[in-house]
T-cell receptor, first 111, second 112 residues
């Protein structure tokens, strides 16, 4: 069973629009989350982490975590064509040595 | 900036042959990881290491071995390559277990 589920699988937004990506975990012990972005032909690159309930903002990117509902989201404001990529959510609990990655959401920003 | 390099960048191997993928990091990180990426599966952890001369199994270790001879180097070994091991393989490093992982550019492995 996939421990980290991401939705939607793919998403298209117009340039300048808001993109919203979702991630849920099946393990209530998952407490630590990272968002990664992967452009075609490259390795993933970390965007931001969120370890506490609430919102965390870094530039155009805002992550939201609700541990009670096991849900984390990523919102990209003023989306740019360069934001077109595969976005991964990664989750970890304190009892496991590493992060589990979701299958990813493919984002396309249409100029 | 943190740097993780992988070699080779692509490889074609024959079924039953031995394949070694290499990873080198200049980040002075203790943790290193090997992942495989397949369409529809995201990233799955094969092996990892948090200290030289020691490796740990990840989620899908069957058919793979790992070697960490030094802090900077981490290898993934396929003793008997199989068709199902065709994938893109990524190496990553991190300072500690909860920290950002820095990924290499990947190795595209095709087993025929």
């Amino acid at each position: 069973q996939q421990k980290v589920q991401q939705s939607p699988e793919s998403l298209s937004v117009p340039e300048g629009g808001m993109a919203s990506l979702n991630c849920t975990s099946s393990d209530r012990n998952f407490q630590y989350f990272w968002w990664y972005r992967q452009h075609s032909g490259e390795g993933p690159k970390a965007l931001m982490s969120i370890f506490s309930d609430g919102d965390k903002k870094e530039g155009r990117f805002t992550a939201h975590l609700n541990k009670a509902s096991l849900h984390v989201s990523l919102h990209i404001r003023d989306s740019q064509p360069s934001d077109s990529a595969l976005y991964f959510c990664a989750a970890r609990n304190t009892g496991y040595q590493n992060f589990y990655f979701g299958k990813g959401t493919s984002l396309t920003v249409i100029p | 900036e943190a740097a993780v390099t992988q070699s080779p960048r692509s490889k074609v191997a024959v079924t039953g042959g031995k394949v070694t993928l290499s990873c080198h990091q200049t980040n002075n990180h203790d943790y290193m990881y090997w992942y495989r990426q397949d369409t529809g599966h995201g990233l799955r952890l094969i092996h990892y290491s948090y200290v030289a001369d020691s490796t740990e199994k990840g989620d899908i270790p069957d058919g793979y071995k790992a070697s960490r001879p030094s802090q900077e180097n981490f290898s993934l070994i396929l003793e008997l390559a199989s068709l199902s091991q065709t994938a893109v393989y990524f190496c990553a490093s991190s300072d500690w277990g909860y920290a950002e992982q820095f990924f290499g550019p990947g190795t595209r492995l095709t087993v025929l």
